[in-house]
């Protein structure tokens, strides 16, 4: 078994595309992920299967359309890649002090580091980004909901991505940690 986290986007927004966690928890259940546990309203889940991310993929997309009558982007994450996001995070001294001033997208696919890079220039805040594997790091020292470059981010790098605090970031840690189903 692996543990895997499931990153909503979507739902749960401004009263939109209303989903609650005990019925998003029940339809991982009901396709057969084990040990499922849920992070706050915005669509975090972690979950163990013995089947592959792009194997889980495809089916949990159109079990999400049917349940709930809307897509909505999933993007899932093996816990192992996880840790390595928390490992190789640049801005861990900010985090530590403020966490909410710390993100992460997740991205599918590989960040145009030129296009962030103009967004930055444009927007010409005190924001940071490093990119990793998959990922953009941001430091956005007044606040992501402010900051016009975390507004333009997705766009600028080119490649779909779902972003998370650093806060939530570590809380889902925390769940996939604990909840681990073990071989017997």
């Not at 999933?74 to 002090?97: C, E, F, G, M, T």
């Not at 997740?106 to 990119?131: N, S």
């Not at 956005?140 to 991505?161: C, H, I, L, Q, Y």
Request: glycine letters at 10%; hydrophobic letters at 45%; one cysteine or more.
């Amino acid at each position: 078994m692996k543990t895997f986290i499931a990153l909503y986007r979507g739902i749960n927004v401004g009263g939109n595309n209303s989903v609650k966690m005990e019925s998003l928890r029940a339809l991982h259940e009901k396709l057969g992920h084990l040990a499922v546990r849920s992070y706050i309203q915005s669509g975090n889940i972690v979950f163990s299967s013995a089947k592959s991310a792009a194997t889980l993929l495809p089916k949990l997309s159109a079990e999400f359309a049917e349940e709930f009558g809307f897509d909505a982007k999933v993007v899932i994450v093996p816990a192992d890649r996880w840790s390595k996001i928390i490992d190789n995070n640049p801005y861990s001294k900010h985090a530590a002090a403020d966490p909410k001033k710390v993100s992460v997208g997740v991205c599918e696919g590989e960040a145009d580091a030129q296009g962030l890079k103009t967004l930055l220039a444009k927007t010409g805040g005190r924001e940071a980004f490093v990119i990793g594997k998959g990922v953009v790091y941001l430091h956005a020292p007044d606040g992501f909901g402010t900051s016009k470059f975390a507004a333009g981010m997705e766009r600028a790098a080119g490649v779909p991505m779902t972003v998370r605090n650093w806060r939530t970031v570590e809380a889902i840690w925390d769940l996939a940690k604990a909840g681990e189903v073990k071989r017997a």
